[in-house]
């Protein structure tokens, strides 16, 4: 089966810090990545993607790295809010074209 | 619609009861994607729709579970004989086509078996 894992369970970081959260993929045959945010009681809500063909792509004060070659996604967020606060999850779409989720991060930013 | 819509948003039955929890996708996507997700984990596949048919169905723990997409469009995810472990958030999703576009998620349906 697919395993998707996250290095840190939790995070907590200083409001305006920069927060890095990681994440370990184990097929490398997948092709497309994409970072969740999950706030409590509702659904993913998608954050960025990223193809195996790139190695970065930034969004709004976000910025998703792909490492291949030791098969590691990160997901940065400049200027962390109070309002990121949630779980956050990435995602790898194998051959069959199904989703497979990691574990999660929970990040907490601290006032 | 605006997004993926589901129903019902919670939903307490008891052991041994059938159960059905309604998918709406974003209009104009054909593939939808069914997840539950337990407490602290990820989601985790059950089903996914090209179109009509069930493209993959490899994640549905057992026979009794059983998912429909009649029209190629709202789905309905079935569940029999309802057990306790079935306790979970089922979320749905659904792309644009499955040949790697981003899935959007619904809210989840709460489901509770008591």
């Known amino acids: 089966g697919e395993s998707v894992g996250l290095h840190l369970p939790t995070l907590s970081v200083q409001e305006g810090d920069n927060s890095i959260i990681n994440c370990a993929y184990s097929?490398?045959?997948?092709?497309?990545f994409i970072w969740y945010k999950q706030e409590s009681g509702k659904g993913p809500q998608f954050i960025i993607d990223i193809r195996s063909n790139m190695d970065k792509r930034q969004g709004q004060r976000v910025t998703v790295l792909l490492n291949k070659t030791v098969k590691h996604l990160s997901l940065q967020i400049a200027a962390t809010q109070p309002g990121d606060s949630a779980v956050y999850f990435c995602a790898e779409r194998n051959t069959g074209n199904q989703f497979y989720f990691g574990t999660g991060t929970s990040l907490t930013v601290i006032p | 619609g605006a997004g993926v819509s589901q129903t019902p948003s919670n939903k307490v039955t008891e052991k041994g009861k059938y159960v059905e929890l309604r998918c709406d996708p974003i209009s104009g996507h054909t593939a939808l994607y069914w997840y539950r997700q337990s407490l602290g984990q990820g989601p985790e596949f059950l089903i996914y729709f090209q179109g009509t048919g069930a493209a993959d169905d490899s994640g549905l723990p057992n026979d009794r579970f059983f998912a429909v997409r009649p029209e190629g469009s709202v789905s309905t995810l079935k569940i029999q004989r309802t057990e306790r472990g079935d306790s979970a958030v089922y979320l749905c999703a659904s792309s644009r086509d499955s040949s790697g576009n981003t899935i959007y998620f619904g809210e989840g349906s709460w489901l509770t078996v008591v």
């Open positions: 097929n490398s045959a997948s092709d497309y």
